[in-house]
């Protein structure tokens, strides 16, 4: 597994991605989004915390068709703004509060969530850290959901450096999640792995922002020469095409284990 130590998040190209063009996005945008949220099980008025929240997609999504509470985090200022927009455009304030935090750091007191459901987050964190974190803040018996970029097979070593290097992303294969899940004490571990798909992303992206957003968002970002460097040039678009394959995303599904609460609950007696 690679090192966890990282470079300050607002000091990164994503960090300043997500700042400039105002928009996320995770590998299976929606459909993704869909799949892994079923598969948590959310009851009407249970608490879910969405760490990472980006603009706010899935957090709307999981207070409209699931009926729950969620209190969605963002480290980045630009996406806490455009997630609250969304919230107060679609009238679900009630229900939803974004706040900004960092996912290794969260003003939560222990077992206050249900559910926790994570998109496209842990690969620009301290992974175990963030697990810690979560373990705490989620009851026992609790459902956490992640979707993270996940290597198809063993990653030779230059897409290794282009991950770490140029984007700060931390990538692992599916059984390297698992056994994250696992040290982080969760159970019950169910996970698929599935191939990126260019036509269903952008599918998604139109349909969350719409073709004038999607546009408008590359256009901003792109205008950023700090990211336009990094993108437009013949060794990115070289290394674009011969690494797809070994890229795809993982939906995870794990349980805090009954035993984590109870002995917590024993320490604090
Ligand atoms: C790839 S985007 C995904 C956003 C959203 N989950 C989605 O799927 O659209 C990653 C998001 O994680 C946030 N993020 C990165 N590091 C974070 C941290 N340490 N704490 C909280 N949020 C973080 C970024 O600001 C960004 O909005």
């Known amino acids: ?8 998040p607002h000091k990164t190209i994503p960090f300043d991605i997500w700042e400039t063009s105002g928009s996320t996005e995770h590998l299976g945008g929606i459909y993704a989004t ?11 008025g249970q608490v879910v915390l969405d760490i990472g929240c ?7 999504y ?9 209190v969605a985090i963002d480290i980045s200022p630009r996406s806490v703004e455009e997630a609250r927009k969304r919230v107060f455009k679609e009238g679900i304030s009630h229900q939803v509060t974004i706040l900004q935090a960092d996912a290794h750091h969260l003003p939560f007191s222990a077992n206050a969530f249900d559910t926790i459901v ?13 697990f810690l ?23 030779p070593e230059e897409l290794i450096t282009l991950l770490t290097g140029a984007l700060s992303i ?5 059984r390297e999640w698992r056994s994250i899940f696992k040290s982080g004490g969760f159970v019950e ?13 952008l599918a998604s992206h139109i349909r969350v922002d719409g073709v004038r957003g999607y546009l408008s968002a590359m256009v901003k970002g792109l205008a950023d020469v700090r990211i336009s460097r990094v993108f437009i040039n013949r060794n990115m678009l070289r290394a674009a095409r011969k690494f797809l394959p070994f890229v795809g995303y993982g939906l995870y599904i794990g349980k805090k284990a009954k035993g984590i609460q109870d002995q917590e609950q024993g320490r604090n007696r």
């Open 1 to 8: 597994m690679q090192s966890t130590e990282r470079p300050e």
């Open 34 to 44: 869909q799949r892994l949220v079923e598969s948590c099980c959310i009851a009407p």
């Open 54 to 60: 980006g603009t706010g997609y899935t957090a709307s």
């Open 62 to 70: 999981l207070a409209q068709k699931y009926q729950a509470r969620v």
């Open 118 to 130: 994570v998109e496209s987050v842990l690969a620009f964190c301290d992974a175990a850290q963030v």
């Open 133 to 155: 974190e979560m373990q705490r803040v989620l009851r026992a018996g609790g459902v956490l959901g992640v979707n993270e970029l996940t290597l198809l097979k063993p990653p």
């Open 170 to 174: 931390q990538s692992f294969q599916e």
């Open 189 to 201: 571990v169910v996970s698929t792995a599935h191939r990126f798909n260019l036509w269903e992303q």
